[in-house]
């Protein structure tokens, strides 16, 4: 079936940190890939997106490349900041963008 | 960006009794909308999709006698857990999609309690 899984968290960067967040896909077709970031106390906000192999997302310093080969689409982030703390989630969807699969959601905790 | 509201934010009920959530599209009208569902420490599960003005679009294993979806709004979405039970104890959260966007925005959620 289709499925996303991502690195368990929480992972704790000092600010300035590189950043990287893992996320592995199993899917039937030929997915579009999601990353999507949480704030406390606020909903689901789309960070950046990939629609074909090879693409890259990028937004706010974040960026995810679609790796069909290795079925991919880690996080990375140079330099991450305090503000960047929040729940990242990976996601994928087929076809017709109704049903979306989420991966468990990874922490970030930046110290400063 | 388009913002997707809900109420209650949290809400603690009896077990036996029915809780009902809203979902609101703010600055959109939301043709299509969805009910997630999430566990701690797990991914959001799709529970249903619905469509304004029709019935709602249940997954499998979902109990659709027990979570009643009214979409009878380009802006209003209603989740209603019914007779409900410890187990339903969770963290509900909708989003919202206008014709012809891709898009899902979602709301903020609703952690449900029941004793």
């Known amino acids: 079936g289709d499925s996303v899984t991502q690195m368990e968290g929480p992972v704790t960067l000092s600010e300035e940190a590189f950043l990287t967040i893992n996320c592995t896909y199993t899917?039937?077709?030929?997915?579009?890939l999601f990353w999507y970031v949480q704030y406390p106390g606020e909903g689901l906000q789309l960070l950046l997106k990939a629609t074909k192999a090879d693409d890259k997302g990028s937004n706010k310093g974040f960026e995810a490349t679609y790796r069909k080969e290795t079925t991919s689409f880690h996080l990375e982030k140079g330099s991450v900041q305090v503000s960047d703390s929040a729940v990242y989630f990976c996601a994928l969807t087929l076809y017709n963008f109704n049903k979306f699969y989420f991966g468990s959601g990874t922490k970030l905790n930046v110290k400063p | 960006g388009a913002v997707v509201s809900q109420h209650p934010s949290w809400v603690i009920c009896k077990s036996g009794t029915s809780v009902k959530i809203e979902c609101r599209s703010l600055?959109?009208?939301?043709?299509?909308m969805f009910w997630y569902r999430q566990f701690p420490k797990q991914s959001l599960m799709l529970m249903a999709t619905?469509?304004?003005?029709?019935?709602?679009?249940?997954e499998q294993g979902v109990e659709k006698d027990k979570f009643l979806i009214n979409h009878a709004s380009l802006t209003l979405s209603t989740l209603t857990v019914t007779s409900a039970h410890p187990e339903d104890s969770s963290f509900y959260i909708c989003s919202a999609r206008e014709a012809g966007n891709n898009e899902q925005f979602f709301g903020p959620g609703t952690r449900l309690t029941v004793l």
């Open positions: 600055d959109f009208q939301a043709t299509t």
């Open positions: 899917a039937t077709g030929y997915p579009s």
């Open positions: 619905s469509n304004e003005g029709s019935k709602a679009t249940y």
